[in-house]
């Protein structure tokens, strides 16, 4: 009986699953796992997040291809309908689902992950890497990070909107080949995507359209601003209210510096450190 980890990541939807899926799969410390991925490029580079193990399978439903029936899987990824997720639930010996809608509801059989729900069978919490919640010296004044994925080039076609904001970037990991060439004259400095964990939790003020960078930032001690995009789910929007992290839906320069100007005296609520409770949650109900 072996234990897999499924997350939908790729050059339209970006990292945020797939560096949530490192977190937790570090967490569990020395545990035999393979981490299942939608795209061959991450799966290729996840020795670097702390994965031993990964397979790149294309979609979804190639899962049954590489599992077998009966064993154990931890699935991030909203590509499910309601056949698919009653057959996956009965194919699998224990189905561990990572939630973020907070209308979501546990399917008899599954169990749940969620930022949002509570109750038999469910596991409350955020997943954010113990290393973000030690504080480090904010070095860095003002950063930007759009996220991982720019297919249709929004950050190029907004640019004016950051031109006069004075701030650093990260470039992403799936941006097209000289991409940042284009978007360099509205930043002060680019940082490459190796770089990513120490402008996150280096940045005092860290405007970003990437959920789970975001949570990083803050937990860091940082001062998030969230772009929220058009082209991404809005799951995380009821989170960040309770959190009180700035939030400018869409592609609005006047509202964003706006909470620019105000954000230093900007009253944040503090991030619970959750990922050990759903580490524990999870080697509970793996039986590891």
Not at 47 to 74: C, E, L
Not at 145 to 164: I, P, S, T, V
Not at 252 to 261: G, H
């Amino acid at each position: 009986m072996r234990l897999f980890y499924y997350v939908h990541t790729g050059h339209r939807i970006g990292l945020d699953r797939f560096r949530r899926a490192a977190t937790i799969i570090r967490s569990l410390g020395d545990v035999d796992i393979t981490l299942l991925t939608s795209d061959y490029r991450i799966a290729q580079e996840a020795r670097d997040f702390g994965i031993k193990r990964s397979v790149g399978i294309d979609v979804v439903r190639n899962i049954p291809q590489i599992a077998h029936f009966g064993d154990k899987i931890i699935f991030d990824s909203d590509e499910l309908n309601p056949t698919l997720h009653a057959d996956m639930v009965k194919f699998f010996s224990t189905f561990i689902r990572v939630c973020d809608d907070s209308n979501g509801t546990r399917l008899e059989g599954e169990l749940l992950i969620s930022p949002y729900l509570e109750g038999e069978g469910i596991c409350r919490g955020v997943a954010v890497d113990e290393k973000y919640f030690v504080q480090k010296p904010k070095t860095i004044e003002k950063s930007f990070f759009f996220g991982d994925d720019d297919y249709e080039e929004d950050l190029f076609a907004n640019l004016g909107m950051f031109q006069a904001l004075e701030m650093e970037m990260i470039i992403g990991f799936y941006y097209f080949i000289n991409y940042e060439n284009k978007l360099a004259p509205a930043f002060t400095k680019q940082h490459e995507f190796e770089e990513y964990d120490e402008v996150v939790q280096g940045s005092k003020i860290f405007v970003t359209s990437s959920p789970q960078a975001a949570l990083e930032n803050l937990a860091s001690g940082g001062r998030p601003i969230y772009i929220q995009r058009p082209d991404y789910v809005r799951d995380f929007i009821p989170l960040f209210e309770t959190l009180n992290i700035p939030i400018v839906d869409g592609f609005y320069p006047s509202k964003l510096s706006l909470f620019m100007k105000g954000v230093s005296s900007h009253n944040y609520h503090s991030l619970e450190q959750s990922t050990h409770k759903i580490s524990k949650f999870l080697k509970e109900s793996l039986s590891l």
